[in-house]
């Protein structure tokens, strides 16, 4: 008998530490209760787009046992959403961009990335700079050269506001050729759209901003697209060359990614990272990015912190040299 209840002991400990096991693999018992994905933007921008793709992909791949729910928390540049994940737990994610870092830098958040769990980068846009379809200048380093000769002489359409990457992509690039940036004469419009109708009207001589805002009046003809961001020519911009094909050593993704709330354990960053990691891979996700004219630019919870690292320096440095530093 007593032989029997060492052995019935002995199957129990082992079957604690199988569980324990599944646990610390992100096969435990989490998540426990509804996912919560938090786009901190109203409905029908990047951020909400971001969010509700991600859920979709979860939900339709099976990835997840949990409903999952996508809430917008628009204002203040993401920092309403962000300050709502801060009090929550492992069942909670936002959506994040470069903003959680410049918003800081910038003075406008007291919040930091340190303090969220970083579980995935996932995806970019790329950064374009355009003029008119008749404009003077034919390449990249033209506008350049001009700018490095007289920096008021050129400029440049931007929105909807300072700090935010179509700026300090060009103000990368404007250092990087050799032009004081805080010597740029950006004029500011309230998005994308309007920079481009301002462009289109003659009201500034070059634009930059994301290449989904440019892409079709480019390949339509009505305006020209001098370089763009990325690390190589982009599919179907066969004609536009990169940044650093026009001297300019530079490559800026306009990333967007997956975050955590703050103190999060192993088991559950490595839950996300699982899922996440199963999720872009995916045909589905494939379809995401290809439909939205978004790069996919994965990278894991590990990953995800190193970047933000280099990226927070990165950034540190660009908003010194744009002259916006308090």
Known sequence: MKKFSILILFIVLVLSACGGANSASGSGDFPKKKVEIIAPASPGGGWDLTARSVQKVLQDKELVS?????VNK?????????????SKDAHYLAVNSSLVLTNNL?????????????????????????VPADSKYKSASE???????????IKIGVGP??????????????????????????LVYEGGGD???????????????????????????????????SEKRIEGLDDVPTWTEEGVDMVFPHWRGIMGPPDMTEEEIA???????????????????????????????????????????LYT???????LAE
């Open 66 to 70: 949990q409903n999952i729910n996508v």
């Open 74 to 86: 628009p204002g203040g540049g993401g920092e309403v959403g962000w300050k709502y994940l801060q």
């Open 106 to 130: 910038l003075g406008q958040s007291d919040l930091t990335y340190e303090e969220f769990t970083p579980l995935a980068t996932l995806a970019t846009e790329w950064q374009a700079i355009a």
């Open 143 to 153: 506008l350049m050269k001009q700018m490095k000769e007289d920096p008021k002489s």
């Open 161 to 186: 506001a300072l700090g935010n990457d179509d700026h300090l992509s060009f103000v990368q690039a404007a250092d990087e050729y050799g032009v004081d940036p805080s010597q740029v004469d950006f």
């Open 195 to 229: 920079v481009v109708t301002a462009l289109l009207g003659g009201h500034v001589d070059a634009v930059t901003t994301s290449l989904s805002e440019v892409k079709d009046q480019h390949v339509a003809g009505k305006l020209k697209i001098l370089a763009v961001s």
């Open 271 to 313: 839950y996300w990272d699982k899922k996440l990691g199963e999720m872009v891979k995916s045909a589905e996700w494939k379809e995401v990015l290809k439909n939205n004219d978004w790069e996919g630019f994965y990278k894991d919870s590990e990953e995800t912190a190193a970047f933000m690292k280099e990226q927070h320096e």
């Open 317 to 323: 440095r660009l908003v010194n040299q744009s002259g």
